[in-house]
């Protein structure tokens, strides 16, 4: 039996009982966003507890955000990792970056790091098995390029994960070239199939906000 289709009255509750914290982080965090005129691109409300209860769960103490925009997503893995814990963040804008850390420093959360250039070259300076949490979360085109990097980044056991994996409610559509969703479509598209196909990872498409495909990654 598939699941139940999520109603904005189911959505909403969700967030009421569950995810009211993180509703208010958003909120707050997108005071700064949008006064530097930043896109508002961020994972949902849901999805942000999703990944707070997760981190929890696998006591994940070291975790990477590839995609950085406002800091919602580094919050998020900040708060729910606690003390003595680590996130770094890549960002390519440096204007970006900026909001970033000022909502950081106004969260009084001092232990994300953030590092600025393309993501994928940073990544590849980065050190082997040392993160315990990916989330890939930037340019769709390179999603299968950060796969790759993560897949040398993440520790065995640990999680990687990629969100907008319903491709904005087009996945299952082949869309004509002139779309101007298709090249980020058919990137998720090869992301995900790049994942589900991928010996070394327990993988599972997670039907909450745009999506997020999971893999647990193994030796």
Do not use: C, W
Request: aromatic residues 8%; proline residues 4%; charged residues 25%.
């Amino acid at each position: 039996m598939k699941g139940t289709p999520l109603t904005e009255e189911t959505y909403e509750y969700i967030v009421r009982h569950f995810a009211k914290d993180e509703r208010a982080l958003l909120e707050r965090m997108s005071v700064k966003a949008r006064a530097a005129e930043l896109p508002m691109i961020n994972i949902s409300e849901d999805q942000a507890k999703f990944i707070g209860f997760f981190l929890k769960a696998i006591q994940a103490k070291r975790a990477l955000d590839v995609g950085t925009l406002f800091g919602y997503s580094a919050a998020i893995m900040a708060r729910a990792m606690g003390p003595g814990s680590e996130v770094v963040t890549l960002e390519t804008s440096e204007a970006h970056a900026t909001v970033a850390r000022e909502n950081l420093d106004d969260l009084y959360l001092r232990n994300v790091q953030i590092k600025t250039g393309p993501a994928l070259e940073v990544m590849k300076l980065m050190r082997r098995e040392s993160f315990d949490f990916i989330l890939i979360d930037a340019d769709k085109p390179n999603y299968v390029n950060y796969l790759n990097e993560a897949l040398r980044l993440v520790r065995s056991g640990g999680v990687i994960a990629g969100d907008n994996a319903m491709a904005f409610g087009k996945l299952t559509q082949k869309l004509p070239a002139k779309d101007p969703d298709a090249a980020n479509v058919k990137a998720i598209q090869a992301f995900n199939e790049a994942v589900s196909t991928n010996k070394r990872l327990f993988s599972i498409l997670v039907p909450i906000g745009d999506g997020m495909t999971m893999g647990v990654v193994g030796k």
